[in-house]
Antibody
Framework: EVQLVESGGGLVQPGGSLRLSCAASGFTFSSYWMHWVRQAPGKGLVWVSRINTDGDSTKYADSVKGRFTISRDNAKNTLYLQMNSLIAEDTAVYYC????????WGQGTLVTVSS | QSVLTQPPSASGTPGQRVTISCSGSSSNIGSDTVNWYQQFPGTAPKLLIYRNDQRPSGVPDRFSGSKSGTSASLAISGLHSGDEADYYCAAWDDILSGWVFGGGTKLTVL
């Protein structure tokens, strides 16, 4: 059974940093592109970033470019999202997701940016 | 402003068939497949349809998807109250090199 478990969310002050992790199991992690998607309270889904299988190709939404870094450790079956210079607009539930052709999402971790 | 366009709301009565549309462009729906998600309040999105019209194991055949050109549709037949949820379409975008989503459609069963 595919499982994705996010962790690392919490309350952080504006300008602060957080590192999210996503532990994967139940599938060959190293064979799939992985994504982070976020959802602000009461809002829709917004794609944040993606990484290819080897970790040498990454892309970001304009809203997080230069502040967030996606990475993966295929030996540990874990996806990461390093978030720096956080602003209030980054407040959201962050989901990690296994890529196409049949995506699967974790349960999400809440990040709150507030003073 | 979402890249894919969905109606913000849809409604139907029990037993009825409803459709939700999703409009995109040549860089996303026009060149790749569409996925549909169902989301209940406070829970993670659940994959309902992938590759335009494929249902994951466990998804009832009341749910069906289709795609034509740069648009896609999700149809739900035999509507019941348990289908009240938000529905999102998604696709790969060749320009962004990432996923794009619709703004979501809130389905109400009257």
């Amino acid at each position: 059974e595919v499982q994705l478990v996010e962790s690392g969310g919490g309350l952080v002050q504006p300008g602060g940093s957080l590192r999210l992790s996503c532990a994967a199991s139940g599938f060959t992690f190293s064979s799939y592109w992985m994504h982070w998607v976020r959802q602000a309270p009461g809002k829709g889904l917004v794609w944040v970033s993606r990484i290819n299988t080897d970790g040498d190709s990454t892309k970001y939404a304009d809203s997080v470019k230069g502040r967030f870094t996606i990475s993966r450790d295929n030996a540990k079956n874990t996806l990461y999202l390093q978030m720096n210079s956080l602003i209030a607009e980054d407040t959201a539930v962050y989901y990690c997701a296994k890529g196409d052709p049949q995506p699967y999402w974790g349960q999400g971790t809440l990040v709150t940016v507030s003073s | 402003q979402s890249v894919l366009t969905q109606p913000p709301s849809a409604s139907g009565t029990p037993g009825q068939r409803v459709t939700i549309s999703c409009s995109g462009s040549s860089s996303n729906i026009g060149s790749d497949t569409v996925n549909w998600y169902q989301q209940f309040p406070g829970t993670a999105p659940k994959l309902l349809i992938y590759r335009n019209d494929q249902r994951p194991s466990g998804v009832p055949d009341r749910f069906s998807g289709s795609k034509s050109g740069t648009s896609a549709s999700l149809a739900i037949s035999g509507l019941h109250s348990g289908d009240e949820a938000d529905y999102y379409c998604a696709a790969w975008d060749d320009i962004l090199s990432g996923w794009v989503f619709g703004g979501g459609t809130k389905l109400t069963v009257l």
